[in-house]
């Protein structure tokens, strides 16, 4: 059974920092792209951002500059570094796997920029 676990979330000052990470039971990890999406209260998902191999990923334009996402294949896990966060970044953040026909997604980590 596929399982994403993400971890990290939780509440911070707007301006600070937070590291989401996504340990993923996935076989061949580096197969899968991986990606970071939110959900904000009466919003849809969207996309944060997504990376196929290291150095080649694609953002959201509102957090280009701020957010970087990276991924550790040997340890079959995700990371998303978040730095000057606003609280339009407030929201559930959910880890996703897509390889082919093959999509899996965590369970999600709340994350709250509030002063």
């Known amino acids: 059974q596929v399982r994403l676990v993400e971890s990290g979330g939780g509440l911070v000052q707007p301006g600070g920092s937070l590291r989401l990470s996504c340990t993923a039971s996935l076989s061949i990890f580096s197969l899968y792209t991986m990606g970071w999406y939110r959900q904000a209260p009466g919003k849809q998902r969207e996309l944060v951002a997504a990376i196929t191999k290291p150095g080649s990923a694609n953002y959201a334009d509102s957090v280009k500059d701020r957010f970087t996402i990276s991924r550790d294949n040997a340890k079959n896990t995700l990371y998303l570094q978040m730095n000057t966060l606003k609280p339009d970044d407030t929201a559930v953040y959910y880890c996703?796997?897509?390889?082919?026909?093959?999509?899996?997604w965590g369970q999600g980590t709340q994350v709250t920029v509030s002063s």
């Open positions: 996703n796997a897509k390889w082919i026909s093959n999509e899996y």
